[in-house]
Structures are given as structure tokens and as C-alpha cells.
């Protein structure tokens, strides 16, 4: 199966500081990866598939770009609603799998 | 507006069989998406557990699939998740989720917590 290693584990922000999260695949996915907010006791939600589409109401802050192993996610502005977990998850093969997540905190 | 609901027990007895339904509104669960299950083991990661197409034609992750199995009323608009000999290692949140364009999972029902205990 595919693994996904997200990194950091943790990343501390400031509002109003840009965020980028990386996402490595163990081998190709071409640009058939995804990212989703969790926040505490609900959830997923889906942000961006297919590399860099956002989803349905997301803010233009949130951008996804890379292609192949490695891709990443970028808030451009930290907002207070932006500290969660996120995750990415690839579609490229079965079983779909997710990474191990990184937590966006606030610094 | 899609929505998907979990129901189900909250606590399942070692070795038996945990089962779950995933009740969709706003959509015909006949229409040409793939409903999945996914899980969160406490303070864990996402774990994809398997998804299932109108016509009942089904994928399943490796890890679980001698154990798993889904299935689907389309009279009653709704698909459910049966996995056997369950262990303390099967606790976790068990999210459905409407998976769009078969890859991303879009939207989420909001999760029923599932622990294995006697």
C-alpha cells in the first residue's frame, strides 16, 4: 500500500503567518491526492482534492500544490479557525490511505 | 443538502460482531457514488475500511477484509458496516462518507464511537 509521511507532526503559527504542510507519498500518486481539517470531536472535512481544487466553500487562503510523492497545503493567513489537524489522503490505488496528520497550533 | 448519519452500538463485547448503519438523506444512494467507512482509533490517524457501489460491487482494505463486510438497502437509502471478532484494537470512531468521483470522501457523517469491552 501507499504511505503517506506528513511533516511536522506539529507546526506552531501565529495568526495572521503563513502555514505550509508537506505530504510525501512512498511512490507515485500523480496528482491524485487530497487534504482535510479535523478539528476536536468532529469530523473531516474535505479542503482540496486533486492536488489543488478547493472544495466547495474554502477559503482562498487554503492552496495545494506538488505532483508525484511530494505536495503540500498552504494557508496563506493563519485565521483562529484555521488551528486543527490536517490530513492528506491518496486515491491513486486501493486501500485509499490517509497520512499520519500534522497539528497546526497556535504559537 | 447531502447528509449521512452513523447509528449503531457504543459498546461491542471481544470476538463478537460490530455492526454499523450509515443513513443518507439529500441523495439517492442509488446515484453513481461509492458510500465508504472510515475509521479513528482514540488519538490515532484515519483508517480507510472499505466503500460499496449501488450495484453492490465493493472494495476493501486488505488489513480488515477477511473480516468486513458492507452492504447496502436501497429501499431504505442506507448502507452498513458489519466487521467480526472484534478486539480492543477495533475500538475507534467509525465516520461514513460519500466518496466523490470514487477518490475523496465528501461529506462525512459526524461518527459513532464503537468500543470493544466486556
Known amino acids: 500500500e501507499i504511505v503517506l509521511t506528513q511533516s511536522p507532526a506539529t507546526l506552531s503559527v501565529s495568526p495572521g503567518e503563513r502555514a505550509t504542510l508537506s505530504c510525501r507519498a512512498s511512490?507515485?500518486?500523480?496528482?491524485?491526492l487530497a487534504w482535510y481539517q479535523q478539528k476536536p470531536g468532529q469530523a473531516p472535512r474535505l479542503l482540496i482534492y486533486?492536488?489543488?481544487t478547493r472544495a466547495t466553500g474554502i477559503p482562498a487562503r487554503f492552496s495545494g500544490g506538488g505532483f508525484g510523492t511530494e505536495f503540500t497545503l498552504t494557508i496563506s493567513s493563519l485565521q483562529s479557525d484555521d488551528f486543527a489537524l490536517y490530513y492528506c489522503?491518496?486515491?491513486?490505488?486501493?486501500?485509499?490511505?490517509f497520512g499520519q496528520g500534522t497539528k497546526v497550533e497556535i504559537k | 443538502q447531502v447528509q449521512l448519519q452513523e447509528s449503531g452500538p457504543g459498546l461491542v463485547k471481544p470476538s463478537e460482531t460490530l455492526s454499523l448503519t450509515c443513513a443518507v438523506s439529500?441523495?439517492?444512494?442509488?446515484?453513481?457514488?461509492?458510500w465508504s467507512w472510515v475509521r479513528q482509533a482514540p488519538g490515532k490517524g484515519l483508517e480507510w475500511i472499505g466503500e460499496?457501489?449501488?450495484?453492490?460491487?465493493?472494495n476493501y482494505n486488505p488489513s480488515l477484509k477477511s473480516r468486513v463486510t458492507i452492504s447496502i438497502d436501497k429501499s431504505k437509502n442506507q448502507f452498513s458496516l458489519n466487521l467480526n471478532s472484534v478486539t480492543a484494537a477495533d475500538t475507534a470512531v467509525y465516520y461514513c462518507?460519500?466518496?466523490?468521483?470514487?477518490?475523496?470522501?465528501?461529506?462525512w457523517g459526524q461518527g459513532n464511537l464503537v468500543t470493544v469491552s466486556s
Open positions: 462518507a460519500k466518496v466523490v468521483v470514487v477518490s475523496w470522501f465528501d461529506p
Open positions: 439529500g441523495v439517492s444512494i442509488s446515484s453513481s457514488y461509492w
Open positions: 460499496i457501489y449501488h450495484s453492490g460491487n465493493t
Open positions: 511512490q507515485s500518486v500523480s496528482n491524485n
Open positions: 486533486s492536488t489543488s
Open positions: 489522503q491518496q486515491c491513486s490505488e486501493w486501500p485509499r490511505t
